[in-house]
């Protein structure tokens, strides 16, 4: 029970210094603490064949859009499509989300 209340109190901490820094722009941070969730979910989800969590990859990929780095965004999104899936409403959005920003830079790169 107390690693699990530690672990809910660390996701807790990183989802509001994510937010935190999302706030003040400092988005290099930002970027570079989701990818190490990203690598650590993954690990994770290898381990135990639970699905990963979605937050971590659409917060990326909206790190990505502030900096108009469509490749990258799209990239994250085709990662997380390739992983498998915690239960709940996100992993269609973020299909969603891809499907039409492939679209998207397809239009743009015609």
Not at 24 to 32: M, T
Not at 58 to 69: F, P, S, T
Request: cysteine-free; aromatic content about 8%; proline content about 4%.
């Amino acid at each position: 029970m107390a690693a699990t209340t530690a672990e809910a109190q660390r996701i807790d901490d990183l989802v509001n210094e994510i937010k935190r820094l999302k706030r003040h722009d400092q988005l290099q941070l930002a970027e570079d603490m989701l990818l190490a969730e990203v690598e650590r979910q993954e690990a994770s989800a290898k381990a135990t064949g639970f699905g990963v969590a979605p937050w971590y990859y659409e917060q990326l990929a909206i790190v990505y859009a502030k900096q108009k780095r469509w490749d990258q965004e799209i990239s994250i999104l085709q990662r997380y499509d390739g992983q498998p899936k915690a239960p709940g409403a996100k992993p269609a959005i973020l299909k969603a989300r891809l499907a039409q920003k492939l679209a998207r830079f397809q239009e743009a790169t015609a």
